[in-house]
């Protein structure tokens, strides 16, 4: 029987209206600082508006990504720490752009939950738009959504999505030839890939994440370090030499899967991984989890995010400049003839 005397309203139902209105003006101000050449960044309209004309391109294609955090979240929400799955959220996007050899314009975001957590809510959105900041992108929108009883309390989901440009004769990769290097640049950590593998470790070992630790560090502050966004070194590199041949972002898969991406199937690729970083981080999923060393790296990037493949016949130039500008990166192989599989590894991890 219906209950004439009870009004039901959208309210009551666990979609807080007003509420999300609040949010929108206490974020407003993350937003503005994004800015950038194209993009006013201001929110409310019904869609976002970018000037490429406002760009100095002559002959533009526009490139686009979309991912998500997935998993990692979990650890943001047993530790109730949320400003920096943002800065996630921002790089697995941007760094699939850098690999075409774009340049990040713009991003938008989306975020659902059961029932909006203001203040929860703005640490990821300050993630964001730090993450945006770095990348060099405007964060020109999303979207914010309350689904009552669909998410646990205090749980949400996240999406992005990142448009870029590139002029045409600059877009990656650029055909390969045997003997080309192939470099590395750290990881800053786990970044966003291999972290059921992780929950599984933790789960099935009885791990405390409130009072495990490695070295100096605790776990959970490793297992939430943000992925890294490879923009500055990378339109650093492009900007004093024309070297660069292929840029492969290191996500799920890992090298195994990703490097074959960016080089032609007529060649393999060796991989030394003893010139791979040493981590403590890395040290402990291998000893917790007893893969071998190519499971691990056809599930995390093993300290090395994004690889580079340089022309080799000039490489000591590149080296140099590298060094100069201070970037970090650790020639991890060469583009080989073609062998049995797309990548070949030699010898073992320093795990």
Known sequence: MINKNKKITYKSSGVDVDKGNRFIDKISPLVEETSRDGADSKLGGFGSIFDLSKLDYKDPLLLSATDGVGTKLKFAFDSNMHDT????????????????????LFFLDYFATSKLDIAQAADVLRGIAEGCKIAGCALVGGETAELPGFYKKNHYDLAGFCVGVVERDSLLPLPIKEGDVIVGLPSSGIHSNGYSLVHKIISKNNIDLK?????????????????????????????????????????????????????????????????????????????????????????????????????????????NILESENIPFAPIGKVIKKEAEPVIYRGKLNL
């Open 85 to 104: 799955v943002g800065i996630d959220l921002v790089a697995m996007c941007v760094n699939d752009i850098l690999a075409q050899g774009g340049e990040p």
């Open 211 to 319: 009072k495990e630790s490695l070295g100096d560090n605790k776990l959970i502050k490793l297992l939430l370090e943000p992925t890294r966004i490879y923009t500055k070194e990378v339109q650093t590199i492009t900007k004093r030499t024309s070297r660069l041949k292929a840029v492969a972002h290191i996500t799920g898969g890992g090298l195994t899967e990703n490097l074959p991406r960016v080089i032609s199937d007529e060649f393999s690729s060796e991989i030394l991984l003893s010139h791979y970083p040493a981590t403590p981080l890395y040290s402990w999923i291998k000893h917790n989890s007893q893969l071998e060393d190519e499971e691990l790296m056809r599930t995390f990037n093993c300290g090395i995010g994004l690889v580079i493949v340089f022309d080799h016949e000039k490489f000591e130039d590149t080296k």
